[in-house]
């Protein structure tokens, strides 16, 4: 891979500067497929996903997106190209389609109601109110409001972490179902099974610094046993 392909951090530092919580971070994060990142609590997986629609600058190093400087793109332009879910879905005041107007104000109630379909959320929910939606129809809301802009990747903080088994089975698929139809996700997971259930790629941060990148398959063989930990990696009598 190239850097114009994606996301390429270069010796990228990050945090408080007496504390930086990222340190010397190098690692390209393909525009394609779903990419993990997991890690122990702290490690800084967080402050990386912010740094990629600048939410957060680094202290130190560069990061591009599609070759070109993250610094040099304004944030409300990158936004609309990389789009964020957050683990609690954020939810302004009014409807669904209020919400939606939020995204695109000229989004209109056709438009609504297909983006709404592709995410498997009922149309007949599009004038209820964005406050009475259950957990996982409010995560669908702000997936398919995230789309309104026509986004070209997709990052996702642990945003299945608050949801039953069932809805978060569900976020999965839709995040499998985007991913197959070309839309880059770069997901955070603290759960080692979702991991496993989703990922073409995973990024293991420790310490605040890349432990390993790679195919699932590459990180089950690694010779670090804290990166097989946090993939979940079965022990060697286990494996097919």
């Known amino acids: 891979m190239t850097d114009a392909d994606g996301f390429s951090l270069r010796s990228v530092a990050a945090g408080p500067p007496a504390t930086p919580i990222l340190r010397d971070v190098t690692v390209d ?9 997991v890690g122990p609590s702290g490690s800084g997986k967080s402050t990386l ?17 599609h070759g070109e400087p993250l610094d040099s793109i304004a944030p409300q332009a990158l936004r609309r190209q990389v789009a964020t879910v957050f683990q609690r879905p954020p939810l302004f005041p009014g409807s669904v ?6 995204a695109d104000p000229d989004v209109d109630a056709d438009r609504a109601v297909h983006v709404m379909a592709h995410v ?51 976020i999965e698929a839709l995040a499998r179902q985007l991913a197959d139809e070309g839309l880059a ?10 991991l496993r259930r989703l990922a073409d790629h995973v990024l293991a941060i420790v ?17 670090d046993a804290v990166v ?3 993939v979940g990696a079965p022990e060697p009598g286990e494996r097919s």
């Open 29 to 37: 994060i393909p525009a394609a497929g779903i990419t993990v990142i």
């Open 49 to 65: 996903l912010r740094l990629l629609n600048r939410l957060d600058d680094p202290l130190g190093g560069e990061v591009r997106w």
């Open 97 to 102: 389609l209020d919400n939606f107007r939020v």
């Open 120 to 170: 498997g959320l009922d149309p007949a929910l599009l004038n209820r109110a964005a406050s009475a939606l259950s957990g996982g129809e409010a995560q669908r809301m702000c997936v398919a409001r995230a789309l309104l802009t026509r986004p070209r990747v997709l990052l996702a903080d642990e945003p299945t972490a608050a949801l039953d088994l069932d809805a978060r089975l569900a």
């Open 185 to 194: 996700v770069v997901w955070v997971s603290h759960d080692t099974e979702q």
């Open 207 to 223: 310490g605040g610094a890349v432990a390993a990148f790679g195919h699932l398959a590459d990180l089950d063989a690694s010779d």
């Open 228 to 230: 097989r930990r946090l």
